[in-house]
């Protein structure tokens, strides 16, 4: 499984943003995606994740009301629009899958895009 992030930038401070995750998989409804990032200095830590189908979905308390993860499985694709954006929301954002179920803990999952960094500034 290869997947390839895309869709970061410079911003200001309640801009948007929307970032999307290509996959290249024969059979892309078999995974559960998750959007995570890091920042300089932090651990990655979650932000969101989305069941095989769509029909659940699972925020950071960071991002809650901000931030709307949502995929394509005809095209292979999940994105994270991003919202009414802070500096705080600066970090490198990583997309990854897992065969499992929704997880948080980027150790449950198996595989990983490059990232995409997201910088917002003041």
């Known amino acids: 499984v290869q997947l390839q992030a895309s869709g970061g930038g410079l911003v200001q401070a309640g801009a948007s943003l929307r970032l999307s995750c290509a996959a290249s998989?024969?059979?892309?409804?078999?995974?559960?995606m998750g959007w995570f990032r890091q920042a300089p200095g932090k651990e990655r830590e979650f932000v969101a994740s989305i069941s095989q189908y769509g029909g659940t979905a699972d925020y950071a308390d960071a991002v809650k009301g901000r931030f709307t993860i949502s995929r394509d499985n005809a095209k292979k694709t999940v994105s994270l629009q991003m919202n009414s954006l802070k500096p705080e929301d600066t970090a490198v954002y990583y997309c990854a899958g897992n065969v499992y179920r929704l997880e948080r803990s980027p150790w449950r999952y198996e595989y990983w895009g490059q990232g995409t960094q997201v910088t917002v500034s003041s």
């Open positions: 998989v024969r059979t892309f409804s078999t995974y559960y």
